[in-house]
């Protein structure tokens, strides 16, 4: 009886020893789950896929990057607003997921401020307004003359419902008085093959990101960028401000973990990855891409995001934009 209590005695403390070594394990101990609320090909993507290449080796560890499209990103930040705060579940988040949606829809099922922890900035680019190569609209003002004078027939594609680019046509259309179609995608790989088959869509206000190999490849023409000012990557291509003052929507890419998340593993995650975007080969590869690189701290991405926030909530309630 002794010896059956001394040896279960000596089970309960090595596998409490285990427990404790467990719960003790440094981070990152296995690999670290990177949510996209987007599908593959675009901007969200493409940026988790160059970023993670050199923060995994950084972190010791390896991403494994999985798409979870649908609802303007509302459907992938869902789940990783309900993952475990334990570093091995984070996001890419944007203008769309953690700003433009907590106006835009009745009832988003997560907080983009309570429900997540900032990371950093990965960049910010302009929408460009482009359209097929051998499309009828040249210029700016040949869109903003169809959509006045014959309202309803233009369609403009998004990758989904209050992304930038759909709320960039929004824009157009409150700051022209015109009138066009929104048709909905769920990335901007799918939005932009609509524009380029000629079916679904006449024009798209993509990131400049995506659509950029297409204008060099001569399939789409670019009109005008959604910035106040010219982007340095394409100043041929004019400001869509040039004709309309005041018309400014610059997209943002970020990288959100859930709330909750230990402080030592949030600022040992930032501090890699903003060494990676301020890394001189993924900057180089950033500004190809017409992306301005970010590298903002977890405190001012989390300032930014909140004025973002207040910012949307004017621009949707203007013009009365919900999505059930």
């Not at 599908?39 to 993507?45: L, S």
């Not at 709320?167 to 008085?177: I, N, R, Y």
């Amino acid at each position: 009886m002794y010896r059956r209590t001394i040896l279960a005695a000596a089970v309960v403390a090595v596998l409490g020893a285990t427990t404790a070594a467990h719960a003790q394990a440094p981070w990152p101990s296995k690999p670290i789950t990177y949510i996209v609320p987007f599908g593959a090909g675009g901007t969200t993507d493409v940026l988790a896929r160059l970023v993670t290449v050199k923060a995994g080796p950084a972190l010791g560890t390896t991403f494994i990057i999985e798409n979870k499209a649908g609802a303007g990103g509302s459907m992938g930040s869902d789940f990783t607003a309900k993952a475990a705060p334990d570093g091995y579940t984070i996001q890419g988040g944007t203008i769309s997921s953690h700003a433009i949606n907590a106006s835009l829809y009745a009832k988003l099922p997560y907080d983009p401020i309570k429900n997540f922890q900032p990371i950093t900035m990965i960049g910010s680019m302009p929408n460009i307004l482009v359209v097929r190569a051998d499309s009828p609209y040249k210029t700016v003002q040949d869109v903003i003359t169809a959509a006045k004078t014959r309202p309803g027939t233009i369609n403009y594609a998004s990758s989904g419902n209050g992304t930038s680019q759909h709320l960039s046509g929004v824009f157009f259309e409150q700051m022209t008085g015109g009138k066009m179609v929104h048709v909905p995608y769920k990335s901007s790989a799918e939005s932009l093959t609509a524009l380029m088959s000629g079916q679904g869509a006449d024009i798209v206000f993509e990131n400049l990101a995506p659509a950029l190999p297409h204008i060099q490849a001569g399939k789409l023409r670019a009109l005008g960028v959604t910035s106040d000012k010219r982007s340095s990557l394409m100043p041929n291509v004019p400001a869509i401000a040039e004709l309309l003052p005041g018309f400014d929507i610059v997209s943002w890419q970020a990288i959100f973990a859930p709330a909750g998340v230990p402080k030592p593993i949030v600022d040992k995650l930032a501090a890699e990855m903003i060494k990676v975007v301020h890394d001189p080969e993924t900057r180089a590869k950033l500004v190809a891409q017409g992306i301005e690189p970010g590298g903002m701290t977890p405190a001012e991405l989390g300032a930014f995001q909140k004025a973002e926030l207040e910012k949307w909530a004017r621009v949707i309630k203007a013009g009365n934009i919900k999505v059930e």
